[in-house]
Nanobody, 127 residues
Framework: QVQLVESGGGSVQAGGSLRLSCAVF????????MGWFRQAPGKEREGVAA???????SYADSVKGRFTISQDNAKNTLYLQMNSLKPEDTAMYYC?????????????????????GGQGTQVTVSS
């Protein structure tokens, strides 16, 4: 059974940093596309960052240069380093995984529809 468990969310002031983690259980980690999406109250889900199975990455324009997605295959863990946080980054953040082959750019647009997702971790950025 595939399970994704997020952690690392919290409350920070604008300009601060957080690192989210997503521990993955139940499948061969490196063969999947993975990524992070977020949902703020009253807004649609938004893809934030994605990896494809070849290790290529893609980012939403709103986070480019501030967020970095990375992975540790030995630990079966996906990360999202978030720097220079802004109040508009406040949202519930979810990691997601899918076994279907796709590019990172394709993945970014459909993360919220991936086969597997976690329960989410809340990020709150105050001004």
């Amino acid at each position: 059974q595939v399970q994704l468990v997020e952690s690392g969310g919290g409350s920070v002031q604008a300009g601060g940093s957080l690192r989210l983690s997503c521990a993955v259980f139940g499948y061969t980690y490196s063969s999947y596309c993975m990524g992070w999406f977020r949902q703020a109250p009253g807004k649609e889900r938004e893809g934030v960052a994605a990896f494809d199975s070849d290790g290529r990455t893609s980012y939403a324009d709103s986070v480019k240069g501030r967020f970095t997605i990375s992975q540790d295959n030995a630990k079966n863990t996906l990360y999202l380093q978030m720097n220079s946080l802004k109040p508009e980054d406040t949202a519930m953040y979810y990691c997601a995984a899918d076994y279907r082959p796709m590019t990172a750019i394709q993945a970014l647009g459909v993360l919220q529809a991936f086969a597997y997702g976690g329960q989410g971790t809340q990020v709150t950025v105050s001004s």
